[in-house]
């Protein structure tokens, strides 16, 4: 995707997608979403991280920075080829996942469907996923075996495991692999669906000139295939146990900060690799989207380091990150990287001069336009167009739920400057945000379809109350929110023009 192109696109996550299996998957209902994208001018469809979840079901700490999510894997594939029987299907509700109830059986069918597979699959489909699993290898070994080793050690963490295990002697390693075959087998059979399932959306979106847009997540979850496999790039103790912690500093927003605890790299350690471990990362993000968000790009220049004994974010301090020598690298070895900065929150020039180095475009949210004056760079009339500009995000409320929850003087401000009220600020921000001179222009589809704050995405800073848990309906969307925003996008020239039925 040229990201120097005007166009706009939709968020949505997979897991929000409309289906009968508890949870959103990449089954039909993703192609039918890439239809209805089509079908209103869109020309992106933006993900949230599409690897494994973690702790409080969120997608951003994973125990793979390179594995699919299996709870995305559809169902419906697997049943057509012969390996799985029509499940029995809970009564799911249809509005939200149910992760307790959900996990557990969408696992029970995937185990299933493996067991199909190896016992009645064809030569060449087992062709096809041995081909697979020696191109994937590189983080497929690992990965299968860590989720293995899991299972076997009862869920405990990594660095509560065998001692041999956990310091990955080889000779216990190479007794694990034998030992526990089928299960790294199970764990491989459900990537490889992931795999030819994304990639089979990829297709049908390119192919009807919609892009992929992922998200990469910059730091990794400690308890992750990623740190087993190479403890040396982090800063641990001779307990496997972090020193230091991501996070950032007390704000307006935060007295205490956030202490996110992610490991944190060793750059030094890093770079004497070239950065590969990054550039792998990279490749793999690449050939499942056209294009990626880093998500804290900010840390690359500096991030915030915090003790492991500090609860808070409190005793932080700033240190330099890999800066441009990262990207440079990565680029050496890809080529040119269609890659968005998020630069949100605390940005420093170093962060400035490093996204316009790297030539990334950087990220702009409406909602947060209205807190000040007229000179404030989040007004779209204060945009470049190297710039992404969002209604919100995951991370923010909807655009109804915002306007509820304003300051009345927020409020009022945004009512001149949108021209809008209650019941139609939505449309307003999205008007206004596709009008401005950003290349790309970003919407939630809870903004597309009015909704209020019961159906965000995230609250950041919060565990559990329904975080992550999203889901819609086609009953909900109808037929007016995709005709009114293929008529924004094609007059403020991001899409079809013709669409707007103008005489001649």
């Known amino acids: 995707m040229n990201l120097n192109q ?3 696109g939709v968020l949505l996550h997979i897991t929000s997608l409309p289906g009968p299996h508890g949870i959103g998957d990449l089954g039909p209902s993703a192609f039918h979403f890439v239809d209805w994208l089509e079908a209103a001018g869109q020309r992106v469809w933006q993900l949230l991280p599409t690897t494994p979840i973690g702790p409080g079901d969120s997608p951003y700490q994973s125990v793979s920075a390179f594995a699919g999510s299996p709870l995305m894997v559809a ?13 029995e299907v809970p009564a799911f509700g249809a509005n939200a996942v149910d992760f307790a109830a959900v996990v557990p059986w969408r696992m029970q069918q995937l185990r299933a469907a493996a067991a199909g597979f190896f016992a009645r699959a ?33 869920g405990a963490c990594w660095w509560d495991w065998a001692p041999d295990l956990r310091s990955r002697k080889k000779a216990a390693l190479t007794k694990a692999r034998k030992e526990h075959a089928d299960e790294i087998a199970f764990w491989c059979f459900v990537q490889w669906q992931f795999d030819n399932q994304l990639a089979a959306v990829k297709a049908y ?39 230091v912690v991501a996070g950032v500093p007390p704000d307006a927003l935060s007295a205490d900060g956030q202490r996110w605890g992610n490991p944190l790299y060793r750059w030094d350690a890093m770079a004497k690799t ?71 929150g605390l940005i420093t020039p ?74 139609d600020v939505h449309w307003a921000m999205i008007r206004a945000a596709a009008n401005s001179v950003a290349n790309l222009a970003i919407f939630p589809l809870q903004d597309v379809l009015g909704l209020d704050s019961s159906h965000r995405m995230n609250t950041p800073g919060t565990l559990g109350g329904g975080n992550w848990a999203w889901r819609f309906t086609w009953d909900q969307v109808g037929s007016e929110p995709g005709r009114v925003l293929g008529l924004i996008t094609a007059a403020s020239g991001r899409g079809p023009f013709d669409r707007m039925k103008l005489p001649a």
């Open 205 to 243: 979106a390119n192919g009807k000139g919609i892009a992929l847009m992922g998200d990469l997540p910059i730091f990794i979850a400690h308890h992750s295939a990623d740190c087993w496999a190479a403890p040396e790039f982090y800063f641990l103790d001779d307990r496997y146990q972090p020193t």
């Open 75 to 87: 169902l419906e594939p697997l049943v057509e080829a012969g390996w799985l029987a029509a499940p």
């Open 122 to 154: 064809t030569a060449a489909q087992r062709q096809a996923y041995a081909a697979w699993a020696q191109a994937q290898a590189s983080w497929l070994d690992d990965y299968s075996l860590f989720m293995a080793l899991e299972s076997a050690h009862g």
């Open 274 to 344: 070239g950065y590969a471990w990054w550039t792998e990362r990279v490749r793999r993000a690449l050939a499942q989207a056209d294009v990626f968000r880093i998500d804290h790009f900010r840390g690359f220049a500096g991030y915030y380091e915090i003790p492991a004994s500090c609860p808070t974010a409190h005793e932080g301090r700033w240190v330099p990150g890999p800066g441009q020598a990262l990207f440079d690298a990565i680029a050496k070895a890809l080529g040119p990287l269609p890659i968005v900065a998020e630069d949100l």
């Open 6 to 8: 005007r166009a706009s």
């Open 350 to 423: 170093d962060v400035i001069a490093l996204r316009e180095g790297c030539g990334f475009p950087g990220m702009k949210i409406l909602q947060f336009g209205f807190g000040a004056e007229g000179d404030h760079e989040f007004l779209p009339h204060n945009y470049e167009r190297e710039t992404i500009v969002y209604t919100g995000t995951h991370d923010n409320d909807t655009a109804r739920g915002w306007w509820n929850a304003a300051p009345a003087r927020e409020r009022e401000y945004a009512a001149c400057y949108l021209a809008c009220g209650a019941h």
